[in-house]
T-cell receptor, first 114, second 115 residues
Framework: AQTVTQSQPEMSVQEAETVTLSCTYDTSESNYYLFWYKQPPSRQMILVIR??????QNATENRFSVNFQKAAKSFSLKISDSQLGDTAMYFC???????????FGPGTSLSVIP | DVKVTQSSRYLVKRTGEKVFLECVQD?????MFWYRQDPGLGLRLIYF???????EKGDIPEGYSVSREKKERFSLILESASTNQTSMYLC??????????????FGAGTRLSVL
């Protein structure tokens, strides 16, 4: 069975600094999708960034980028130039390409400090 | 923009009551999901549906049932609410199966307290 681990329950970062959130997963699949979702306080969860496992190039979306290490089964999220609006719970998630279901990690609570 | 609407943001119920949580999406998505979110556990899938009148059990279906009579609406039912069902419930929808576009769109959540 697939599992997703986020080892940092809480993190904080100074505004304008860079922070990296860790995620590891366990699977025997060769191709799959990985996601980072963001849940701001009292607001809806939204997709931040996604990566398909067979693509070696790391995904980037503006200030958000990932470091995908397939052999290590690691999928970390880097947020550059942190902004107050980045304060949120961040969930790493995994999905097999043959649709099964999305497996979410336990989440990391990120606080951006002015 | 995709809109997923959950009928209540906060709900307080008594033990033993039958509870209905409603979710409506406006983008004609085939797939709909109900999750439960608890601190330190992330999101756990209760049930999902990939078509009208179709449903599949997720990881924690015990104590819950679902109904999908129309494509846009997916209801979660707690047949007899218990205190251990106090939680945040999230509804989500997604457009397709087996595709790169299979992004989940979430509602704002219903925080249910069972007393």
């Amino acid at each position: 069975a697939q599992t997703v681990t986020q080892s940092q329950p809480e993190m904080s970062v100074q505004e304008a600094e860079t922070v990296t959130l860790s995620c590891t997963y366990d699977t025997s699949e060769s191709n799959y999708y990985l996601f980072w979702y963001k849940q701001p306080p009292s607001r809806q969860m939204i997709l931040v960034i996604r990566q398909e496992a067979y693509k070696q190039q790391n995904a980037t979306e503006n200030r958000f980028s990932v470091n995908f290490q397939k052999a290590a089964k690691s999928f970390s999220l880097k947020i550059s130039d942190s902004q107050l609006g980045d304060t949120a719970m961040y969930f790493c998630a995994f999905m097999k390409t043959s649709y099964d279901k999305v497996i979410f990690g336990p989440g990391t609570s990120l606080s951006v400090i002015p | 923009d995709v809109k997923v609407t959950q009928s209540s943001r906060y709900l307080v119920k008594r033990t033993g009551e039958k509870v209905f949580l409603e979710c409506v999406q406006d983008m004609d998505h085939e797939n709909m999901f109900w999750y439960r979110q608890d601190p330190g556990l992330g999101l756990r899938l209760i049930y999902f549906s990939y078509d009208v009148k179709m449903k599949e059990k997720g990881d924690i279906p015990e104590g819950y049932s679902v109904s999908r009579e129309k494509k846009e609406r997916f209801s979660l039912i707690l047949e007899s609410a218990s205190t251990n069902q106090t939680s945040m419930y999230l509804c989500a929808s997604s457009p397709v199966l087996n595709r790169w576009e299979n992004i989940q769109y979430f509602g704002a959540g219903t925080r249910l307290s069972v007393l």
